[in-house]
């Protein structure tokens, strides 16, 4: 009797107990309803972002904006494999398994940006448990590392090969440790340095700044990328036929929405505010003011500006 193995993809086997297995690229009819609806979801955030990093010149977003594209891409890639079903492509299915597996990575390298210039902003460097010089470097320098391993991972898998998915989920899951490695890192280090900072102001953090509101966005965009971090090393390691990876809906809870949640979030709380203290209301302000700590002077002239 053929038992396939742990990591292999769904296999069909014909009643001719000689028939060759055929490989089957997903467990189930992928839904067409859900992913059009994720589609919309994420080009709607995604469309506003790009608008606000247009207007308030938000570069740092960028990556975030990135990600919701390849998001909203890979679920569109989904939705034309719910089309093909039973006799999937492999185009839609790279695209979808690629592009939404790499994604949040995206919004991780825009929420360790966010850090460092709140750090800066409130005049925090002596605050962080690595020096900022340092810290956005180390941080998204890891990103990147885990971003190249998935993508090296994810590309693997797509080539619909029993070796080369097993080769592939290795690896994938290599990169999700990385990214969770990185990523249990800063927010150790976010914690520590938002806990000095409340116990002991800085004379910038304690002028009117809201830099509280923007460092518990940071907290819970990050939670949110956790727990999906978590729940995609889980369904690797799982293998192709465990439990997760046959059953769409939890792709739909615990990958889908939370990252699109995540994308609205910083929708609603937008660090453009950031920029304007940092730079001042026309985001004229000199680099080097800001550079050499005077920020309070900064923001006080952007309120008697604002006057």
Not at 228 to 234: L, T
Request: glycine content about 10%; some cysteine.
């Amino acid at each position: 009797m053929y038992r396939p193995d742990q990591h292999a993809p769904v296999l069909a086997i014909a009643a001719n107990s000689e028939a060759e297995p055929v490989f089957r690229l997903y467990h189930y009819d992928p839904t067409i309803a859900g992913a059009v609806i994720f589609v919309v979801l994420f080009v709607g955030s995604t469309g506003a972002h790009i608008y606000q990093l247009w207007r308030a010149r938000t570069w740092f977003m960028v990556p975030l904006a990135i990600g919701g594209i390849l998001e909203f891409i890979g679920y569109a890639g989904r939705a034309r494999s719910g089309q093909e079903s039973p006799d999937w492509t492999l185009g839609p299915f790279i695209v979808q398994s690629l592009l939404i597996l790499i994604a949040p990575a995206l919004f991780a390298a825009t929420i360790y940006m966010e850090f460092g210039r709140i750090v800066t902003l409130v005049g925090g460097e002596g605050y962080t448990l690595i020096r900022k010089n340092w810290m956005t470097k180390l941080f998204v320098c890891g990103d990147i590392l885990s971003f190249m391993v998935q993508s090296a991972g994810g590309g693997l898998q797509a080539t619909g090969g029993a070796s080369s998915m097993d080769m592939g989920s290795n690896i994938t899951v290599a990169g999700l440790f990385i990214q969770l490695i990185f990523f249990g890192v800063f927010i150790i280090v976010a914690v520590a340095f938002q806990l000095k900072l409340s116990r002991c102001p800085t004379t910038s953090s304690s002028s009117g700044i809201p830099w509280e509101r923007h460092m518990m966005t940071l907290f819970v965009a990050s939670m949110l990328i956790m727990v999906r971090s978590v729940f995609r090393v889980v369904e690797y390691l799982q293998g192709f036929n465990g439990y997760l990876l046959s059953h769409e809906a939890y792709l739909y809870v615990f990958d889908a929405l939370l990252m699109w949640l995540a994308m609205v979030l910083f929708n609603w709380m937008h660090p453009k505010e950031i920029l304007s203290l940092r730079f001042g209301k026309a985001g004229k302000q000199a680099n080097n003011d800001f550079d050499m700590g005077n920020v309070s002077r900064g923001h006080q002239r952007l309120r008697s500006s604002m006057a």
